[in-house]
């Protein structure tokens, strides 16, 4: 097998894949050592046309390949999209319309996030030869089995969409993705933007000194990884963020001191820069700090029970639609109906309301019950008797 090398063979290919209602994509990425992902290889196959293209080919311009990912007229077939989105995203490449089969396989019964193997062993009834699973896809030559390994991710995913599809179409649940998978191609969750970077943690403390501090070390830490093409982590660990927050050392000494930060790390290069940025920080906190609407948790041991009572109903709705309850609600869904009959969460909206969500308000209600039987919960009606008329 010989992957497409040159900027001419690629647009050959592309033209293979206008007019097509899908093109299957997968990509071979690292990452482990860089904040930007390295691109080694993409993958991409039609029921008539599939090849393999080297990106990092000399001269190669990958323009005609991105461009197919920006045709609104081919849906793109992706499993476990999110970080192949992502890199095609930096490219300027968006791939849109969108179908991910690993959620496509939630909402048509095959468990929550299932892999991309177990997905093709039960749809396909095809066992996947995993003896290239890792190759270190930035070395050049690829051997004809890599090739055929990486290659098969996107054969294979071909085949599956259009099974998806259909089962999903005959079962009345293809809406129930459509949401999900436009998500997906949100711009806002690939969002690199230092000052943004701490919406991707979780703030422990709501003050304004705390929370300016907060958002200026992120987003040092964010601009300095993106500059010298490093990952968050080895310039900076989360839990450092929330210390130096909580403590705001301003001078090396206290910065020292603390538990999370690197020995010596005062007097590295990152040193003065990160005081600088804590010290811009708390020129004006109260203007810096960004604002956190507060999460309703449950605030009550009886709230925390009905929390407990929805997580049952969930798995015993998400068992009779045959879906993943993932899919459905997650556990802060659950917290918020707990607390506000109207909260917004796409738990009580649209088909997932009907799924689930109005049940969850008939339970608050004491309007369903739940009952063991035998090694299965059912959800019943609660029949409530009449109020006795008061004596005249």
């Not at 929550?112 to 050049?140: C, G, H, N, P």
């Not at 949401?179 to 806002?188: F, H, I, N, S």
């Not at 811009?280 to 041991?301: F, G, M, N």
Request: with cysteine; aromatic share 8%; charged share 30%.
């Amino acid at each position: 097998m010989t992957p497409i090398t040159t900027t001419a063979d690629l647009e050959a290919f592309c033209k293979q894949l206008k007019g097509q209602e899908f093109v299957a994509v997968d990509t071979e990425f690292m990452r482990e050592t860089t904040y930007w992902p390295k691109l080694c290889l993409i993958q991409a196959a039609t029921p008539t046309a599939e090849a393999v293209i080297d990106p990092l080919a000399e001269g190669i311009d990958l323009e005609p390949f991105l461009e197919i990912m920006r045709d609104r007229s081919i849906l793109k077939v992706f499993h476990a999209a999110r970080q192949d989105v992502e890199i095609f995203y930096n490219l300027k490449g968006m791939p849109e319309p969108l179908f991910d089969t690993q959620v496509a396989g939630m909402a048509a019964g095959f468990g929550e996030q299932i892999a991309y193997d177990a997905l093709v062993r039960q749809m396909l009834k095809i066992e996947l030869d995993k003896s290239s699973r890792f190759t270190d896809w930035a070395r050049r030559p690829l051997s004809e089995a890599q090739l055929t390994y990486a290659l098969a991710d996107v054969t294979h995913l071909a085949r599956l969409y259009p099974m998806l599809h259909a089962r999903l179409e005959k079962e009345g649940r293809y809406a129930w993705v459509a949401d999900d998978m436009k998500g997906l191609t949100d711009p806002a969750n690939y969002d690199v933007e230092p000052e943004n970077a701490w919406k991707r943690l979780k703030p422990r403390r709501h003050t304004a000194k705390y929370l300016a501090i907060f958002r200026g070390v992120a987003a040092w830490r964010e601009r300095t990884a993106q500059l010298r093409d490093q990952p968050r982590g080895r310039i900076l660990k989360d839990e450092a963020i929330d210390e130096i927050a909580t403590q705001a050392p301003t001078d090396p000494d206290a910065l020292e001191r603390l538990r999370s930060v690197p020995k010596g790390f005062s007097g590295s290069r990152f040193g003065p820069e990160l005081l600088a940025a804590i010290r811009e920080s708390l020129k004006d906190p109260e203007a810096y700090a960004p604002v956190i609407a507060k999460t309703r948790a449950p605030t009550s041991p009886a709230a925390g029970a009905v929390v407990e009572l929805l997580k049952v109903l969930l798995k015993a709705r998400a068992e009779d639609a045959g879906v993943a309850s993932k899919l459905i609600a997650t556990v802060s869904d659950l917290e918020l109906i707990a607390n506000d009959d109207n909260a917004d969460t796409p738990a009580l909206t649209g088909w997932r309301r009907e799924a689930f969500g109005a049940d969850a308000l008939k339970l608050k209600r004491g309007e369903l019950g739940l009952v063991l039987d035998g090694t299965r919960v059912r959800v019943v009606e609660v029949r409530r008797a009449p109020r006795a008329a008061e004596a005249g």
